[in-house]
């Protein structure tokens, strides 16, 4: 049987992307009404398609914390906090937009993977499998976005 440690463990790993999306869908937003240049197409599209997809990810993280007992950030201030993601800045350029995105994405696939094993070790494999399906979305999309870019981004 799974410990509580290991439980609210798992809680946890569920609000800080719960944040993270929170923080992102604004972000993308941001993006989306602000981008210029020679790509605005490809991109205000693509940006609405991934701040489409991070407020899913909000629900069915949020639901799925409520699900397990948890309790989901629900304020835009207490996002920002606990979010590892930062919000947007104005005045940044296409190529800055996606290069930060892709940063971003690295960073929340790499706290996925430990929220993964968290999930495992507490026995929670819908979790689990959640925080994988979230993985491989976020890969394809990110591998697009660094193909945008035409080069490897270096944090």
């Known amino acids: 049987m799974a410990s509580t440690d290991s439980k609210q463990e798992v809680r946890d790993a569920l609000n800080l992307q719960v944040a993270n999306f929170t923080v992102l869908w604004t972000k993308l937003h941001n993006y989306h009404w602000y981008v210029k240049g020679a790509n605005f197409f490809s ?7 991934l701040y489409d ?4 990810y909000v629900d069915e993280l949020a639901e799925r914390l409520l699900a397990i007992g948890g309790e989901p950030i629900g304020k835009q201030s ?4 606990k ?13 800055a937009m ?8 690295d960073s929340v696939i790499e706290e996925l ?3 993964i094993k968290a999930a495992e070790a507490a026995g ?3 979790t689990a499998d959640i925080f994988i399906g979230m993985v491989t979305d976020i ?3 990110n591998w697009m976005l660094r193909s945008f870019l035409g080069k490897e981004v270096n944090q």
């Open 83 to 95: 979010a590892s993601v930062k919000e947007a800045e104005y005045d940044v350029d296409a190529n």
């Open 43 to 49: 991109l205000h599209a693509k940006f609405e398609e």
């Open 113 to 115: 993977n430990s929220g």
């Open 124 to 126: 929670d494999d819908r």
């Open 78 to 81: 207490e996002a920002i906090e």
């Open 139 to 141: 890969e394809k999309n």
């Open 53 to 56: 997809t991070a407020s899913t």
């Open 98 to 105: 996606v290069k930060q995105l892709v940063m971003d994405y």
